[in-house]
């Protein structure tokens, strides 16, 4: 079963860290980019990031750019989002998804391809 299984969420103070993982079920991540998006309360789906299958190439959203990092480990099939600078605006549900290449994970608009895979999501708060 294709599944894929964010962990690592909580609540932090402003300023604080943390790092979420995107791990698989019954499947590698190898071959997929994932990509990391988030929903605040109230809000729509925003995308957040994307690592390519490679680990060459990543994308960042402007509101992230410079305090969140995305690394993948193959070893352990897992992707991580490492959140620094962390403040109240993050607090969201973050999810990840998995495609086959960013281009179908853009950071722009929430895709809706049947041939993107998402994870359950992850709580992270910050507190003021």
């Known amino acids: 079963q294709f599944q894929l299984v964010e962990s690592g969420g909580g609540l932090v103070q402003s300023g604080g860290s943390l790092r979420l993982s995107c791990s698989a079920s019954g499947f590698t991540l190898d071959d997929f980019a994932i990509g990391w998006y988030r929903q605040a309360p109230g809000k729509e789906r925003e995308g957040v990031s994307c690592i390519s299958s490679s680990g060459g190439s990543t994308n960042y959203a402007l509101s992230v750019k410079g305090r969140f990092t995305v690394s993948r480990d193959y070893a352990k099939n897992t992707v991580y989002l490492h959140m620094n600078v962390l403040s109240p605006e993050d607090t969201a549900v973050y999810y990840c998804?998995?495609?086959?290449?960013?281009?179908?994970?853009?950071?722009?608009?929430?895709?809706?391809?049947?041939?993107?895979?998402w994870g359950q999501g992850t709580q992270v708060t910050v507190s003021r």
């Open positions: 998804a998995a495609a086959t290449a960013c281009a179908f994970l853009p950071l722009d608009v929430v895709p809706g391809l049947s041939s993107v895979h």
